[in-house]
């Protein structure tokens, strides 16, 4: 039997090792068919000296930054022909030359940008116009292929020597055109010419290949394989060589004649990809690849490696590791793995992978719900042992002492107990501590101490008085884990939070990245070089911890979070965090669990692109129309837009590079971020003097790189000084005149004015008189009729609490056996609850006013005074098959006129339930700031359109609204006591599908109600 076990295991990882073993392939993003090219054909790939890459198309001249594509064409380069042919020069003197296919016309790239030149005017042009008759000009490889019967082929060399070629011949020449040298050789291919330095190469077959060296001629044999396809790309502008050779990329370099070769790339589609040209970025791995159908080609190489399973999307899901040897790791679902493949799989049987732990005789513990497993080595992890529990099992953790903690969780993960043993051969498991909090993850310290991460916070428990301790100001996060780095200084991540450091008794929260992706962080990983390597669920950052300490000092600086995403190496951006041990580290090398596989990369190795390049202007259209760069700029005063055209050269992740820009002047605007075009518009602004300020983070010091322009607008006539000034003194004068012409007729004007006061004094005298009487009797009138009010209600009201009291004492003591009469009494009891609760309403709308008019205004509990309307309407919401949910928030209060809202609340539940049959009516509120929003939401049969907009009508003109009294008084009410409120009431109602009414009040405090 033990043979079997041992055949059939190593039958299955046989069969895993067939079929599931995977790692990160790199492929080449190609432009084909998209926007960013004028045409799917790149012949020359160069770079200049600010870092832009510069191609040569069948339609156009490109410049590509790493993100954005700017195209100089006939439009705006007025050249007679898009068919750029060639990129030549010297990109450190800051001079490029691009030839068409016009004889004589060149176009010189400089200071970024590209403009037609006369070759005759410009130092170092003409040479590449060539003057020989019948004779082509070498600009590298050509995607053509060159016939040289009766013509010759021209290299220019960097001395300014060149070669010249025809069908038999190979010949050397001097600057001056003087014959240095001649060679006779046959060849069948001018593309496979190619020079390194001032040696001329040819390589044509497997076997061997010349070397031309001042007149002299040699022959070697290659040192690296070729196919029978291989095809040369020579970047003369660039002065590499490339070799493709099916579906691999080699570099080709010359020592001492002899060619080395150094594999760049492999990839299938390589054959199929009609390549005519290849640049190396050496400083960013980067390889640019230029074809004759499929556009630009990017190829990134990358230092992560991803290792995953391919044959079962749930075993590629990752969690819980562990160092297994030094050079290997094993995982909780029993893949054993080095940094460059997968090596075996164990039969693990639990069916959770969220944790693992390893003693001290590496012994292998998970867990399976509820039961513990143990996997021996001694069997070699074959055998299991299991051990059972009534509660689901969460966290396990092995602390320094070889002790063992195990976490359990309730359904909801709401409380959580905390259990120890000791590995033995018969473990006694301890209870430690019950906990009302879910426990995420577990950490010892230097002194034996525990950090527990959970779901209410961070805390400290010493297991040797089994004391817990919060942390001040972590009780409303939910943290993932902690990393503690050094004394009192604790890196805390959380789920949804951020980020925070817990240092000398202070917690300090840092701001997020562009994306906000480190909302959700799931482990701090210190990498020995001053890095926090930091994993989320939309991918990996790296930053520099003093980059981090530097911003707790002066929170103005700004953070340099580097991302890393799909584009190096691995296979999702969703990292699991729900792992512990999380991730396995062997010296340098990391291991990061995904849902999909294991990332993998060797920090030491790691070098990450900053963006360092200069901000440069590219581009100022004003109104639509491009201008000098000329700084300072000067702005007419009649402008209307002014935009602005940014750029730096980076070929990284583009989240890496974010610019700002701000205003400063007259009118001051603060940072903004620009836009993905890199262009910042200002539209017409005040005339003076400004000073536009663009900024980006350079790198992980998180420095940033500046740049700076002047601007001026110009005044109008009307807005300068001088005009100021007069039209002052102008005022001044019409000023003085005017008031002495006022004060000769106010003099005039009083006298008459005295004796019509003295007439209409008698007058007023009278009418006061008249006024205090009046409203003296309105006063009277008002006073009869609240009391009539009052003693209506009052008296009514008696009656009606008895019949109500009454009915419900019938109600409850009437024989079982007539239950059609006892309906018939409840129902009486419902309607005389009704009645007595409207009269209530009416007594209470009497005594809403202090005795100076004010409203009597008081704090209450919102969720109670919805609860009691609720169970007043509650047997008639039974009847109905409907429910009434209240959704309020217990603690919220509101401060307004209690009895008012009251009277609201209730026509507004009456309105719901004569119109929700078999339904829900529900409340719900929120507090924004001081406003409080309470939602009224039915599912009955709505209202119609020509309803819904009359009511709304009514809502924005209650007074001036002519036909209130031809719809239903309920909802006319509640508009009007809103407004009395100083509330607000929005109606959002579709036929068939319900009512939703919204009431806003602004929350007084104590002292406005008062």
Same mark, same amino acid.
């Given at each position: 039997?033990?043979?079997?076990?041992?055949?059939y295991?190593?039958?299955?990882?046989?069969?895993?090792?067939?079929v599931?073993?995977?790692?990160?392939?790199?492929?080449?993003?190609?432009?084909?068919?998209?926007?960013?090219?004028?045409q799917?054909?790149?012949?020359?790939?160069?770079?200049?000296?600010?870092?832009?890459?510069?191609?040569?198309?069948?339609?156009?001249?490109?410049?590509?930054?790493?993100?954005?594509?700017?195209?100089?064409?006939?439009?705006n380069?007025?050249?007679?022909?898009?068919?750029?042919?060639f990129?030549?020069?010297?990109?450190?003197?800051?001079?490029?030359?691009?030839?068409?296919?016009?004889?004589?016309?060149?176009?010189?790239?400089?200071?970024?940008t590209?403009?037609?030149?006369?070759?005759t005017?410009?130092?170092?042009?003409?040479?590449?116009i060539?003057?020989?008759?019948?004779?082509?000009?070498?600009?590298?490889?050509?995607?053509?292929?060159?016939?040289?019967?009766?013509?010759?082929?021209?290299?220019?060399?960097?001395?300014?020597?060149?070669?010249?070629?025809?069908?038999?011949?190979?010949?050397?020449?001097?600057?001056?055109?003087?014959?240095?040298s001649?060679?006779?050789?046959?060849?069948?291919?001018?593309?496979?010419?190619?020079?390194?330095?001032?040696?001329?190469?040819?390589?044509?077959?497997?076997?061997?290949?010349?070397?031309?060296?001042?007149?002299?001629?040699?022959?070697?044999t290659?040192?690296?394989?070729?196919?029978?396809?291989?095809?040369?790309?020579?970047?003369?502008?660039?002065?590499?060589?490339?070799?493709q050779?099916?579906?691999?990329?080699?570099?080709?370099t010359?020592?001492?004649?002899?060619?080395?070769?150094k594999?760049?790339?492999?990839d299938?589609?390589?054959?199929?990809?009609?390549?005519n040209?290849?640049?190396?970025?050496?400083?960013?791995?980067?390889?640019?690849?230029?074809?004759?159908?499929?556009?630009?080609?990017?190829?990134?190489?990358r230092?992560?490696?991803?290792?995953?399973?391919?044959?079962?999307?749930?075993?590629?899901?990752?969690?819980?590791m562990?160092?297994?040897?030094?050079?290997t790791?094993?995982?909780?679902?029993?893949?054993? $793995?080095?940094?460059? *493949?997968?090596?075996?799989?164990?039969?693990?049987?639990?069916?959770?992978r969220?944790?693992?732990?390893?003693?001290?005789?590496?012994?292998?513990?998970?867990?399976?719900?509820?039961?513990?497993y143990?996997y021996?080595k001694?069997?070699?992890?074959?055998v299991?042992?299991?051990?059972?529990?009534?509660?689901?099992?969460?966290?396990?953790?092995?602390?320094?002492?070889?002790?063992?903690?195990?976490?359990?969780?309730?359904?909801?993960?709401?409380?959580?107990?905390?259990?120890?043993?000791?590995p033995?051969?018969?473990?006694?498991?301890?209870?430690s501590?019950?906990?009302?909090?879910?426990?995420?993850?577990?950490?010892?310290?230097?002194?034996?101490?525990?950090?527990?991460?959970?779901s209410?916070g961070?805390?400290?428990?010493?297991p040797?008085?089994?004391?817990?301790?919060?942390?001040?100001?972590?009780?409303?996060?939910n943290?993932?884990?902690?990393?503690?780095?050094?004394?009192?200084?604790?890196?805390?991540?959380?789920?949804?939070?951020?980020?925070?450091?817990?240092?000398?008794? *202070?917690?300090?929260?840092?701001?997020?990245?562009?994306?906000?992706?480190?909302?959700?962080?799931?482990y701090?990983?210190?990498?020995?070089?001053?890095?926090?390597?930091?994993?989320?669920?939309?991918?990996?950052?790296?930053?520099?911890?003093?980059?981090?300490?530097?911003?707790?000092?002066?929170?103005?600086?700004?953070?340099?979070?580097?991302?890393?995403?799909?584009?190096?190496?691995?296979?999702?951006?969703?990292?699991?965090?729900g792992?512990?041990?999380?991730?396995?580290?062997?010296?340098?090398?990391?291991?990061?669990?995904?849902?999909?596989?294991?990332?993998?990369f060797?920090?030491e190795?790691?070098?990450?692109?900053?963006?360092?390049?200069?901000?440069?202007?590219?581009?100022?259209?004003?109104?639509?129309?491009?201008?000098?760069?000329?700084?300072?700029?000067?702005?007419?005063?009649?402008?209307?837009?002014?935009t602005?055209s940014?750029?730096?050269?980076?070929?990284?992740?583009?989240?890496?590079?974010?610019?700002e820009? $701000?205003?400063?002047?007259?009118?001051?605007?603060?940072?903004?971020?620009?836009?993905?075009?890199?262009?910042?518009?200002?539209?017409?602004?005040?005339?003076?003097?400004?000073?536009?300020?663009?900024?980006?983070?350079?790198?992980?010091?998180?420095?940033?790189?500046?740049?700076?322009?002047?601007?001026?607008?110009?005044?109008?006539f009307?807005?300068?000084?001088?005009?100021?000034?007069l039209?002052?003194?102008?005022?001044?004068?019409?000023?003085?005149?005017?008031?002495?012409?006022?004060?000769n007729?106010?003099?005039?004007?009083?006298?008459?004015?005295?004796?019509?006061?003295?007439?209409?004094?008698?007058?007023?005298?009278?009418?006061?008189?008249?006024?205090?009487?009046t409203?003296?009797n309105?006063?009277?009138?008002?006073?009869?009729?609240?009391?009539?009010?009052q003693?209506?209600?009052?008296?009514?009201?008696?009656p009606?609490?008895?019949?109500?009291?009454?009915?419900?004492?019938?109600?409850?003591?009437?024989?079982?056996?007539?239950?059609?009469?006892?309906?018939?009494?409840?129902?009486?009891?419902?309607?005389?609850?009704?009645?007595?609760?409207?009269?209530d309403?009416?007594?209470?709308?009497?005594?809403?006013?202090?005795?100076d008019?004010a409203?009597?205004?008081?704090?209450?509990?919102?969720?109670?005074?919805?609860?009691?309307?609720?169970?007043?309407?509650?047997?008639?919401?039974?009847?109905?098959?409907?429910?009434?949910?209240?959704?309020?928030?217990?603690?919220?209060?509101?401060?307004?006129?209690?009895?008012?809202?009251?009277?609201?609340?209730?026509?507004?539940?009456?309105?719901?339930?004569?119109?929700?049959?078999?339904?829900k009516?529900?409340?719900?509120?929120e507090?924004?700031?001081?406003?409080?929003?309470?939602?009224?939401?039915?599912?009955?049969?709505? $209202?119609?359109?020509?309803?819904?907009?009359?009511?709304?009508?009514?809502?924005?003109?209650?007074?001036?609204?002519?036909?209130?009294?031809?719809?239903k008084?309920?909802?006319?009410?509640?508009?009007?006591?809103?407004?009395?409120?100083?509330?607000?009431?929005e109606?959002?109602?579709?036929?068939?599908?319900?009512?939703?009414v919204?009431?806003?009040?602004?929350?007084?405090?104590?002292?406005?109600?008062?």
């Amino acid at each position: 039997m033990r043979f079997q076990k041992i055949l059939y295991t190593w039958l299955a990882t046989f069969c895993f090792f067939t079929v599931a073993i995977a790692q990160t392939q790199n492929r080449i993003n190609w432009t084909a068919d998209s926007d960013l090219l004028p045409q799917n054909s790149v012949k020359s790939i160069i770079p200049d000296k600010y870092g832009y890459i510069w191609l040569s198309t069948e339609n156009g001249l490109v410049r590509f930054d790493g993100l954005n594509y700017k195209i100089y064409n006939s439009k705006n380069l007025r050249s007679k022909s898009n068919r750029i042919l060639f990129i030549q020069g010297n990109a450190a003197s800051d001079t490029l030359f691009a030839g068409t296919d016009v004889i004589g016309e060149l176009i010189l790239i400089h200071n970024r940008t590209a403009v037609k030149i006369d070759p005759t005017t410009v130092k170092n042009a003409a040479v590449y116009i060539n003057e020989l008759k019948n004779s082509y000009n070498s600009f590298g490889t050509s995607p053509y292929k060159i016939e040289l019967r009766n013509m010759s082929y021209r290299i220019l060399l960097n001395s300014k020597r060149y070669y010249l070629i025809t069908e038999k011949m190979v010949q050397y020449y001097s600057s001056t055109n003087e014959l240095l040298s001649e060679v006779p050789f046959e060849h069948s291919n001018s593309n496979y010419f190619f020079t390194i330095g001032e040696k001329l190469f040819y390589l044509e077959n497997k076997k061997q290949f010349a070397v031309f060296d001042e007149g002299k001629i040699e022959w070697h044999t290659p040192q690296f394989e070729l196919a029978s396809n291989f095809k040369i790309l020579w970047n003369k502008g660039s002065e590499q060589v490339f070799l493709q050779s099916n579906s691999k990329l080699f570099q080709i370099t010359s020592k001492e004649n002899k060619l080395n070769s150094k594999l760049l790339l492999t990839d299938n589609q390589l054959p199929f990809a009609n390549l005519n040209s290849a640049y190396y970025d050496k400083v960013r791995s980067i390889i640019f690849l230029g074809s004759s159908t499929n556009g630009l080609g990017i190829y990134r190489i990358r230092s992560f490696k991803t290792q995953t399973i391919v044959d079962d999307k749930q075993s590629a899901v990752f969690y819980a590791m562990h160092p297994l040897t030094d050079s290997t790791i094993i995982t909780s679902s029993g893949v054993v $793995m080095s940094k460059d *493949t997968i090596l075996h799989q164990y039969n693990f049987t639990n069916k959770e992978r969220t944790a693992m732990a390893m003693d001290a005789a590496n012994n292998i513990w998970l867990k399976s719900s509820a039961e513990l497993y143990q996997y021996t080595k001694a069997t070699g992890y074959t055998v299991r042992k299991t051990y059972g529990f009534k509660e689901r099992i969460g966290t396990i953790f092995l602390d320094n002492s070889n002790k063992i903690w195990i976490t359990f969780e309730n359904n909801y993960r709401t409380t959580s107990k905390l259990l120890s043993f000791t590995p033995s051969e018969h473990p006694v498991f301890k209870n430690s501590i019950n906990l009302n909090f879910y426990i995420n993850y577990i950490k010892q310290r230097d002194d034996g101490t525990l950090w527990i991460a959970g779901s209410k916070g961070l805390y400290l428990f010493n297991p040797k008085t089994y004391s817990l301790k919060r942390i001040d100001g972590t009780s409303k996060l939910n943290i993932r884990s902690v990393l503690e780095t050094e004394k009192e200084e604790v890196w805390i991540a959380t789920y949804e939070s951020g980020f925070y450091l817990h240092k000398n008794n *202070t917690l300090h929260h840092f701001p997020l990245d562009k994306k906000q992706y480190l909302s959700t962080t799931h482990y701090f990983i210190a990498d020995g070089k001053g890095y926090f390597w930091i994993t989320t669920n939309k991918g990996l950052f790296q930053v520099k911890k003093e980059a981090l300490l530097a911003y707790i000092k002066n929170p103005k600086r700004g953070i340099y979070y580097h991302y890393y995403s799909k584009n190096s190496g691995f296979l999702t951006n969703e990292f699991n965090g729900g792992g512990s041990p999380y991730a396995a580290k062997l010296g340098t090398q990391l291991f990061l669990p995904s849902m999909n596989g294991v990332a993998t990369f060797d920090t030491e190795k790691i070098v990450p692109l900053e963006p360092k390049n200069p901000i440069y202007i590219d581009r100022i259209d004003v109104d639509n129309k491009e201008v000098s760069l000329n700084i300072p700029l000067k702005l007419p005063k009649d402008y209307k837009r002014v935009t602005f055209s940014f750029s730096s050269p980076y070929y990284g992740n583009e989240l890496n590079s974010n610019y700002e820009v $701000m205003l400063e002047g007259p009118t001051n605007l603060e940072w903004t971020t620009l836009n993905a075009e890199q262009e910042y518009s200002l539209m017409k602004l005040p005339p003076g003097n400004y000073t536009l300020t663009a900024r980006k983070l350079a790198g992980f010091d998180s420095d940033y790189i500046y740049k700076k322009i002047n601007l001026s607008i110009e005044p109008t006539f009307y807005e300068t000084n001088w005009f100021v000034v007069l039209i002052a003194l102008v005022i001044m004068l019409l000023a003085y005149c005017f008031s002495k012409i006022y004060s000769n007729n106010v003099r005039h004007r009083n006298k008459i004015l005295i004796q019509k006061i003295k007439e209409k004094t008698k007058d007023l005298q009278n009418t006061i008189s008249t006024l205090r009487a009046t409203k003296d009797n309105m006063k009277r009138q008002a006073d009869k009729n609240n009391k009539l009010i009052q003693i209506i209600s009052h008296d009514i009201k008696s009656p009606l609490k008895f019949m109500s009291m009454a009915s419900k004492y019938m109600y409850d003591d009437f024989d079982p056996n007539s239950p059609d009469l006892k309906e018939n009494i409840l129902s009486i009891h419902t309607s005389s609850s009704q009645i007595y609760n409207f009269l209530d309403n009416i007594l209470s709308y009497s005594k809403v006013n202090n005795e100076d008019g004010a409203l009597a205004n008081e704090r209450f509990l919102l969720f109670n005074e919805i609860y009691d309307k609720i169970e007043l309407f509650k047997n008639i919401a039974t009847s109905q098959k409907t429910k009434v949910i209240n959704a309020i928030p217990q603690t919220l209060q509101l401060n307004t006129n209690k009895s008012l809202f009251a009277i609201i609340i209730h026509n507004l539940l009456d309105n719901a339930l004569k119109h929700t049959v078999t339904g829900k009516v529900t409340f719900s509120a929120e507090q924004k700031e001081d406003d409080f929003f309470i939602t009224i939401a039915d599912e009955g049969t709505g $209202m119609d359109s020509e309803t819904l907009t009359y009511y709304q009508s009514v809502i924005s003109d209650f007074d001036g609204h002519e036909n209130r009294s031809k719809r239903k008084l309920g909802l006319h009410l509640v508009i009007e006591l809103m407004l009395i409120l100083n509330g607000k009431i929005e109606l959002i109602s579709q036929e068939s599908k319900g009512t939703t009414v919204i009431l806003q009040f602004s929350n007084q405090t104590e002292k406005e109600s008062s």
